[in-house]
C-alpha cells in the first residue's frame, strides 16, 4: 500500500510545504503511525486518504511546535501561507486531476536536468518508486552510504536553487520530458541487463520502470514519446521469462522460447506504440528515438519464430534511429541487423566504419558483435580474441561466462546472430 500511495503523498505534501526534504519527512511520519496503527485496528477503509490526514496533522503539528520548521518557513518567505493551505486542506475530498498534476510535478522535479544522471536515478526510486536507500543501493550493487549522499545531495540542489515544484510548459516541456523519459529507461535498462553483478537480470527494477511509464502515459497522454518508451518497455519486458534458462542463465534472443513470452505485455506494446504513431502524426511530427526501439522490438514480437523475423526492416528502422540519435551504439546494434539480413561481411563493415568512437572504447558489446561476425565468416582466431576482449570488459558475471562459452565453442558450432541480446 505504501509503494502505491507514497508518491501521492510526497507529491501533495511537496506543493504544500514547499520542501522536498520535508515532504518526505512528514510522510515517513505518516507511514509510521499506520505501521503502529493498522496492525491493531486494522487497514482503514481509504488507506491514501488516513496517510494524507496524518501527514497533515504532523505538519500542523510540526508548525506550531518545532523551531526550526518554523524557521525553515520563514526563510522560504511564505508560513502564513503554507499554515492557512495546511488548515484548509481536505485530502478526502481531493480533486484526482490535483493529485495528477502534483504527481507530475513530482516527476519533473527529481528528474530534473540540473542533477546528475545517478541523482536523478536515486531520487526518482526513492519518490516516485517507493524504493527504500537500502534497496537502490543493492539493486545498482553500489554501498548504501553512496546512494543516501546522492539522494541528499540532489535535495540539497534543488532548495539551493530554488527549483519551482511546476511542470515546465512550452518548448521547455519538450526538453524537460526528455530527462523524465531517461531515467524511466535508464532504470528499465539496468533491470534488464544488470551492468555488474552476477544476475543477468533484476526483474523488480523492470518492474518499477514500466510502473513508472504507464503512469506517465496517464500524466501526459498526448505525448508520442511517453507512448513511444512505454511501447518499448512493455514488448521487452515481454520476454523476461525466456531470456533466461532453469540455471539462470542468458538465453539470446535468437535462442528464445518465444512461447514463454507474456502475450499480455506484447499486445500492451502493439497498443501503446499504435497511439505513439498516433500522437506523432496529430503533430505531424516523426517517430522519436523510443518509439523507433519500440517499432523495433514489434518487428520481433511479430515473428513467430527467430528464422522468419524481418531483419531487412529492422536494419531500415536502425538506421532512422542512427540518423535521429547520431549513436555509435545503435550502428553496433545495426550491425547486428544488416548482418543477419545482408551477411556478416556487410554487418563487418557497418562495424568498422564506428569501431574507433571514443564512445565506445570500453562498450564490451561492440568486440562482442564483432566476433560474432568474424565466427560467422569462419576466422576462428579474430573471432576468439574479440570474444575474449569483451569477456574482460564486461562487468556482469553471467554475460562473462556466456561469452567464454562463445570461446570454447568455436570451431565447433557458430550459431547465426549469437551476440544477438535482445537488441
Avoid at 107 to 126: K, N, S
Avoid at 191 to 206: D, F, I, Q, V
Wanted: with cysteine; charged share 25%.
Amino acid at each position: 500500500m505504501w509503494r502505491i500511495e507514497a508518491p501521492r503523498l510526497i507529491a501533495g505534501l511537496t506543493r504544500l510545504v514547499r520542501d522536498l526534504d520535508l515532504a518526505e519527512e512528514l510522510a515517513q511520519d505518516a507511514l509510521v503511525a499506520a505501521l503502529e496503527q493498522w496492525p491493531a485496528e486494522g487497514v482503514p477503509r481509504n488507506p491514501g486518504a488516513w496517510l494524507t490526514t496524518t501527514a497533515k496533522r504532523r505538519a500542523i503539528d510540526g508548525i506550531r511546535r518545532n523551531e526550526r520548521l518554523a524557521h525553515r518557513l520563514r526563510l522560504l518567505g511564505h508560513e502564513q501561507e503554507i499554515a492557512q493551505q495546511l488548515r484548509s486542506w481536505e485530502p478526502e475530498a481531493a480533486d484526482p486531476k490535483g493529485i495528477q498534476d502534483d504527481l507530475l510535478r513530482l516527476v519533473f522535479t527529481a528528474c530534473h536536468p540540473v542533477l546528475g544522471r545517478e541523482a536523478r536515478v536515486a531520487l526518482t526510486l526513492r519518490l516516485l518508486g517507493g524504493l527504500t536507500t537500502d534497496e537502490i543501493a543493492r539493486a545498482f550493487l553500489v554501498p548504501e552510504p553512496t546512494v543516501a549522499q546522492r539522494i541528499v545531495r540532489a535535495k540539497r540542489t534543488i532548495a539551493a536553487k530554488r527549483l519551482p515544484f511546476e511542470v515546465p510548459q512550452g518548448a521547455e516541456l519538450r526538453e524537460r520530458l526528455a530527462s523524465v523519459l531517461e531515467v524511466v529507461y535508464l532504470v528499465f535498462n539496468e533491470g534488464y541487463s544488470a551492468t555488474a553483478g552476477e544476475e543477468w537480470m533484476r526483474p523488480a527494477l523492470c518492474e518499477d520502470a514500466l510502473r513508472l511509464a504507464r503512469v506517465l502515459t496517464g500524466l501526459l497522454p498526448q505525448e508520442p514519446e511517453v507512448h513511444g518508451l512505454a511501447a518499448l518497455l512493455e514488448l521487452q519486458a515481454s520476454r523476461s521469462r525466456a531470456r533466461v534458462d532453469s540455471a539462470g542463465a542468458p538465453v539470446l534472443l535468437l535462442d528464445q522460447d518465444r512461447s514463454r513470452w507474456d502475450g499480455l505485455l506484447v499486445r500492451r506494446g502493439f497498443a501503446a506504440l499504435a497511439r505513439a504513431d498516433e500522437r506523432a502524426r496529430a503533430r505531424g511530427e516523426r517517430p522519436g528515438p523510443y518509439a523507433l526501439q519500440a517499432a523495433i522490438a514489434a518487428c520481433h514480437a511479430s515473428a513467430p519464430t527467430a528464422q522468419t523475423t524481418d531483419w531487412r526492416a529492422i536494419a531500415r528502422l536502425y538506421g532512422a534511429l542512427a540518423a535521429s540519435t547520431g549513436s555509435p551504439v545503435v550502428e553496433v546494434n545495426r550491425a547486428v541487423a544488416v548482418g543477419m539480413a545482408e551477411g556478416p561481411q556487410a554487418g563487418l563493415a557497418v562495424l568498422d566504419a564506428v569501431a574507433g568512437a571514443p564512445a565506445l572504447r570500453d562498450y564490451h558489446l561492440l568486440p562482442s558483435v564483432r566476433g560474432d561476425l568474424l565466427a560467422r565468416l569462419g576466422r576462428a582466431d579474430e573471432a576468439r580474441a574479440e570474444f575474449e576482449r569483451a569477456a574482460a570488459l564486461t562487468r556482469n558475471e553471467a554475460e562473462r561466462a556466456l561469452l567464454r562459452e562463445r570461446v570454447a565453442g568455436l570451431g565447433v558450432r557458430h550459431p547465426p546472430g549469437g551476440t544477438t541480446m535482445d537488441a
